[in-house]
């Protein structure tokens, strides 16, 4: 039992760090595609996101996911329930919004402005929406 409360807290620390980088992110790339490419301003906003995502982003996801499988593995709860269910498909789609800011952030390295600032706005709101389906499912589990 006290194996299974230290990972949840190592869990959710995960999460909120994980969280954090896939809130700031977009936010970055909204100011970021408006900079003239080599300039300063592009260089510096290069090396925040590259950051961002090496010290921050990716460590927090790759220890949200083993402990969060490690809670599954040590069984407060069973794969067949559905609450467990609907967060996992909340994080899957949290790991592909992941897998596009990667993607964005190698394109803006090599100079890419192929987005609107509107456009990062607009996908800055989706780890929002996703993160109350994960947490109303978790606390809340309705329909369980």
């Known amino acids: 039992m006290m194996l299974f409360l230290w990972v949840k807290a190592i869990h959710i620390v995960a999460v909120?760090?994980?969280m954090a980088g896939l809130f700031y992110l977009p936010r970055l790339f909204v100011y970021h595609v408006?900079?003239?490419?080599?300039?300063?301003?592009?260089?510096?906003?290069?090396?925040?996101?590259g950051r961002l995502i090496r010290v921050i982003m990716r460590p927090a996801f790759i220890v949200t996911l083993l402990a969060g499988g490690l809670l599954v593995f040590l069984g407060q709860?069973?794969?067949?329930?559905?609450?467990?269910?609907?967060?996992?498909?909340?994080?899957?789609?949290?790991?592909?919004?992941?897998?596009?800011?990667?993607?964005?952030?190698?394109?803006?390295?090599?100079g890419w402005r192929g987005r609107s600032e509107r456009y990062f706005r607009a996908i800055n709101e989706i780890p929002t929406?996703?993160?109350?389906?994960?947490?109303?499912?978790?606390?809340?589990?309705?329909?369980?």
């Open 77 to 110: 709860f069973s794969v067949t329930d559905r609450w467990l269910q609907a967060k996992l498909l909340g994080v899957v789609l949290l790991v592909i919004f992941h897998g596009m800011l990667e993607r964005y952030g190698r394109l803006f390295a090599e």
């Open 34 to 49: 408006r900079t003239e490419v080599g300039s300063a301003t592009d260089l510096l906003f290069r090396l925040m996101e």
């Open 16 to 18: 909120i760090a994980w």
């Open 129 to 144: 929406v996703l993160l109350i389906w994960i947490v109303v499912w978790v606390v809340v589990k309705p329909f369980s």
